[in-house]
Structure formats: C-alpha cells, structure tokens
C-alpha cells in the first residue's frame, strides 16, 4: 500500500510540475516582452532596426513624443510618415554594423514601462529611452528620448 502510494505523489508532483512548466513557457512576461523592444534596437541587420521598433508604435491607439537635441514633436494618428522620420533621425546611431550595448534596462510600474539602452556606435556612447503603456496584452512606445 505504501509503494504505491508514493509511486502516485512522484508521478502527481512531476505532472503538476511539468504543467506548471508548460505554462510558464507559453506566457510571455511583461519583462521579456519589454527586453525584446531592446533586442529590436540593437540586433538583427542595422537597416531594419527602425522599422523594428515603429512595430511598438500605434498611432491610432497612443500618441507618440519624441525628444531629440532639445527639440520635441507629438505624433498622432495622421502621422504615420512624419514619426517614421522621426524615429529614423533620433535612432540613427543605432543603425551601424558597429554596435556594442555596454546597457539596457527594463522598468516596470503598472502599466507603464520604461526601456533604456546605452551603446557603444561607432565609437561613442549613445542613449535612447523609451516610454511605453500597456495596451491589451502587449506595450506601445508612447515616448522615444534620444540624448
């Protein structure tokens, strides 16, 4: 009676377990989803890196401010072309073959999140930062600081 009783709590344990296990691997973090918008930024080929980020943009659903140089422009849903231009100037940097990210960081509070990145392009030091909010499952950039 006793063997098979713990043949049955081992068996439960690891069903329980790899379930647990399933479902973890399924769902998406708020975090991992966040460190993917810095994995868009600074991997893959230089010349799809902008486009990769607009992906975090909708402009019907949150206006978009991007701050470069001292100068800041709002972004809304008629505005498609002119925020493409926009990311494309204030994420330039981030467009060479010669990045390294020396850091990135992810910070989360409610439902608003804040992704930076420092790189190294081209052999100086480039920071960008990112305001997004949580829209459905996902985030939308609601703010790009290029400094």
Request: no cysteine; glycine share 6%; hydrophobic share 45%.
């Amino acid at each position: 009676m006793r063997p098979r009783f713990v043949v049955h709590a081992v068996v439960a344990t690891f069903l329980i377990g790899g379930i647990a296990f399933a479902a973890d691997a399924l769902v998406e973090s708020d975090r991992e989803q966040l460190e993917q918008l810095a994995s868009d930024l600074t991997a893959g080929r230089a010349h799809q890196r902008v486009d990769a980020v607009l992906r975090w943009t909708d402009l019907s659903r949150e206006p978009v401010s991007v701050s470069r140089g001292g100068n800041v422009s709002h972004f809304d849903e008629r505005d498609d072309h002119r925020l493409a231009e926009s990311f494309a100037r204030a994420l330039a940097p981030f467009a060479t073959s010669e990045l390294e990210v020396v850091q990135r960081s992810v910070s989360i509070d409610g439902d608003r999140a804040t992704v930076a990145v420092r790189a190294r392009a081209d052999g100086r030091l480039v920071d960008v930062s990112f305001r997004l909010a949580r829209s459905g499952q996902g985030w939308l950039v609601t703010q790009l600081r290029a400094l």
